[in-house]
């Protein structure tokens, strides 16, 4: 669940044990897990990303939708189409996944998500 001496660290703990109480499914996609190992692309980081892709790949509560070439698509047209913001391509393609799904709250610190018309759920305190 992320790095321990993030400032979100706590809090994300805690709404994700809130979400395990109320049984939530989770998405994500794989451009959001090839965001993760660059993050987390450290030698002594390397494990956590191994360990949170594997337990993402195997349990039934996640759905890792794949980057193919149609969402490629439609991210980076959506990614030229707001070249006043600085998101990434990444993140339209987060966006777009989210929006199939009908998803509108994201388990992100990202403000570009609330720029989106999103809800983030970690908020600085």
Excluded at 44 to 59: D, G, P, V
Excluded at 68 to 84: A, H, N, Q, T, V
Excluded at 113 to 124: D, S, V
């Amino acid at each position: 669940m992320g790095d321990k001496i993030d400032n979100f660290h706590h809090q994300a703990l805690r709404i994700r044990d809130e979400l395990k109480i109320v049984r939530a499914d989770f998405v994500t996609s794989s451009a959001v897990v090839l965001e993760l190992t660059s993050y987390f692309s450290q030698s002594l980081k390397r494990l956590t990303a191994i360990a949170m892709i594997e337990a993402i790949s195997r349990s039934p509560k996640w759905e890792c939708v794949m980057t193919d070439e149609m969402l490629m698509e439609r991210g980076f047209e959506r990614y030229k189409k707001m070249s006043d913001k600085n998101w990434s391509l990444a993140d339209c393609i987060g966006m777009i996944v989210a929006q199939d799904h009908g998803i509108t709250d994201i388990f992100t610190t990202d403000h570009h998500f609330e720029q989106a018309g999103f809800t983030i759920l970690l908020q600085p305190v």
